[in-house]
């Protein structure tokens, strides 16, 4: 059967070349909101709207989701914007001092 192109064909007898390119896609990142006891919910709706390009409609229903069930992914990025986006979250909420919490992990 005659060689395809990169099978090493016609190359040293038992040197197989490698000439394909491997693709690495690079990692995606979940970003979470946390819930608490203490941030205002229309704080966490603002959040969403602001960071997360959320309707009125979507941040409202996603904080509920938080609210009764811990936690909940606003979005999937990659390590460089989900990083952004959890720095943007924690500075907008200590500096108006409330304790909401939003972190990242890898997909
Ligand atoms: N549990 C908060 C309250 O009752 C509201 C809240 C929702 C806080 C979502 C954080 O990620 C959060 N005020």
Do not use: W
Request: net charge neutral.
């Amino acid at each position: 059967m005659a060689g395809r192109p990169g099978d090493g064909a016609g190359a040293t007898p038992g040197l197989r070349l490698e000439t394909r390119t491997r693709v690495q896609r690079p990692p995606l990142y979940k970003v979470l909101i946390l819930n608490d006891d203490y941030t205002p919910m229309e704080f966490v709706v603002h959040v969403l709207e602001r960071f997360f390009g959320m309707s009125h409609a979507q941040a409202f229903e996603l904080m509920l989701t938080v609210h009764k069930s811990g936690l909940a992914v606003v979005g999937v990025f990659s390590r460089e914007i989900a990083e952004t986006k959890v720095a943007q979250v924690m500075d907008f909420a200590q500096r108006h001092q409330h304790p909401l919490q939003c972190t990242m992990e890898k997909e």
